[in-house]
Nanobody, 124 residues
């Protein structure tokens, strides 16, 4: 399995930006696709963005499309989530996840490894 550690969360005003990082360790030699999910207080965890192992294809939830950008640096075993034009409704714990395979990028159950999460709070 892959161990994942997120960082970069914090408190930001609406309209601001944050960049989350997710560092992978352990069995990183596999062709892992990476995803970001989030869970707001009292709500279910939801898909935010995903990137294929090659980094050539990205996927986004409609709610973040045009504002968030996912990228990865395979040499550093790190995936990033650049979040711009943040809104109060983006407030949540953000989780990084890794999966094998080439389908189901937005499906939480397809992911094998999860980080512990990082809190993002957007004030109005």
């Amino acid at each position: 399995q892959v161990q994942l550690v997120e960082s970069g969360g914090g408190l930001v005003q609406a309209g601001g930006s944050l960049r989350l990082s997710c560092a992978a360790s352990g069995r990183t030699s596999g062709s892992y696709a990476m995803g970001w999910f989030r869970q707001a207080l009292g709500k279910e965890r939801e898909f935010v963005a995903a990137i294929t192992w090659s980094g050539g294809i990205t996927y986004y939830a409609d709610s973040v499309k045009g504002r968030f950008t996912i990228s990865r640096d395979k040499a550093k075993n790190t995936v990033y989530l650049q979040m711009n034009s943040l809104k109060p409704e983006d407030t949540a714990v953000y989780y990084c996840a890794a999966k094998l395979g080439t389908s189901g990028y937005s499906a939480m159950l397809r992911y094998d490894s999860w980080g512990q999460g990082t809190q993002v709070t957007v004030s109005s």
